[in-house]
Structures are given as structure tokens and as C-alpha cells.
């Protein structure tokens, strides 16, 4: 079965400073990648994926992330952040030919001024 | 607009009442999903379905119950003996082995 951690549970962060958010996982079959964000009391809005190809995917609203497939890893990055980035991140994990989700626990981004 | 309709936004019900929360796609999408969320634990899969008349399992399917007689429709009920059933609960839906899934707006239940 696949498993997905996210590295840091909280990220403090000053308006137009760059942020990272850690996301590994663990399968023994190949997968898909998925970056989701979610405002307060809302559903979720998918940011971008990895499936195949370059392994630098870039999504909506400035933010990028990067395949590892030796570190098992795919970070998600924007260059500078808006107060209206304030959210919180999730990563999730498909296995091809699978329906399932796996999602990491989540991480909540706050953004100040 | 196409999209995923969840309602209602808030529900409350008393402790060992049945609950049911609706979810309705108007993408044309096969697949549809039921997801609980709780606080730093992410989203966990309760139930999905591939087709009309069919649905499996998911990780925490105890205490839930579903129906997929239409396509665009796949209500969840929450039944009495889901022991924690306060959580708010994501619908989703996709293409048959679709890249991505599409998420409704959310329904918050709390059962006091």
C-alpha cells in the first residue's frame, strides 16, 4: 500500500518570501502525484500533478513542485506568497491503474504581513 | 456550470439518528468518492463507486452506508453506530481512472 507524509505540519510564512512544502511517499509500484489546496471551510482545488514526463510540474497561482523519484519526494515551492495564499496544502498519491487517493495529513500555510 | 453540490453546508442531528448527506455531479463523471475529514489527520476514503449500481469500501467504511442508483447522484448516511460521526465530509468525482478527482464544497455534520 502507498503512504504519503507530509514533512511539516504548520508553515509560518512573511508575504512575498518563498515557501516550501515537504511531501514524501512510499510505494512499491509506480505512481501518480498530487498537489491540493483548500480554503477555510471549503473543498479541495488541485494545484497541479505529476504523471509523467519533466519532473518539474508547475501548476496554478505561481506554485511549482519537483519529482524526486530517488528521495521519493515531491516538494511543492512558490517563489514569493500572497496573504491570499493562506491555506492549507495537501499531497496525495495514486497508484496507476487505481482509483484510490492516499492523502498526507495536510499543511497549513499561513501567510503575514 | 458543471460541478459537485454537496448539501446541506451545516447539519447537526442528535446522537443515534441516521444521517444522510447528498452529493450531485452534473461533470458526466463515472466515478464518485466520500471522503471524511478530521483535523491533522488529512482526508480519509469512506466509500466510492466506478459505476451506477456499484461501490466498494473504502479505509473507514464502518458506520456508513451508500447507494449509487444514478449517475450524478451517490448520497453517504451516516448511521448510528459511527462512533465519532462529527467531521465534515468531501464528496469527489472523476473520470474512470481519471488524473484527478473533483471536490464539492463540503458538508460540516456534528452529532451532539
Known amino acids: 500500500a502507498q503512504s504519503v507524509t507530509q514533512l511539516d505540519s504548520q508553515v509560518p510564512v512573511f508575504e512575498e518570501a518563498p515557501v516550501e512544502l515537504r511531501c514524501n511517499y512510499s510505494?512499491?509500484?509506480?505512481?501518480?502525484l498530487f498537489w491540493y489546496v483548500q480554503y477555510p471551510n471549503q473543498g479541495l482545488q488541485l494545484l497541479l500533478k505529476?504523471?509523467?514526463?519533466?519532473?518539474l510540474v508547475k501548476g496554478i497561482n505561481g506554485f511549482e513542485a519537483e519529482f524526486n523519484k530517488s528521495q521519493t519526494s515531491f516538494h511543492l515551492r512558490k517563489p514569493s506568497v500572497h496573504i491570499s495564499d493562506t491555506a492549507e496544502y495537501f499531497c496525495?498519491?495514486?497508484?496507476?491503474?487505481?482509483?484510490?487517493?492516499?492523502f498526507g495529513a495536510g499543511t497549513t500555510v499561513t501567510v503575514r504581513a | 456550470d458543471g460541478g459537485i453540490t454537496q448539501s446541506p453546508k451545516y447539519l447537526f442531528r442528535k446522537e443515534g439518528q441516521n444521517v444522510t448527506l447528498s452529493c450531485e455531479q452534473n461533470?458526466?463523471?463515472?466515478?464518485m468518492y466520500w471522503y471524511r475529514q478530521d483535523p491533522g489527520q488529512g482526508l480519509r476514503l469512506i466509500y466510492y463507486?466506478?459505476?451506477?449500481?456499484?461501490?466498494q469500501k473504502g479505509d473507514i467504511a464502518e458506520g456508513y452506508s451508500v447507494s449509487r442508483e444514478k449517475k450524478e447522484s451517490f448520497p453517504l448516511t451516516v448511521t448510528s453506530a459511527q462512533k465519532n460521526p462529527t467531521a465534515f465530509y468531501l464528496c469527489?468525482?472523476?473520470?474512470?481512472?481519471?488524473?484527478?478527482?473533483?471536490f464539492g464544497p463540503g458538508t460540516r455534520l456534528t452529532v451532539t
Open positions: 463507486s466506478q459505476i451506477v449500481n456499484d461501490f
Open positions: 496525495a498519491v495514486r497508484v496507476i491503474n487505481d482509483y484510490k487517493l492516499s
Open positions: 461533470l458526466n463523471h463515472d466515478a
Open positions: 469527489a468525482s472523476s473520470t474512470p481512472l481519471g488524473n484527478e478527482q473533483y
Open positions: 505529476y504523471l509523467s514526463g519533466s519532473t
Open positions: 510505494s512499491s509500484v509506480s505512481v501518480y
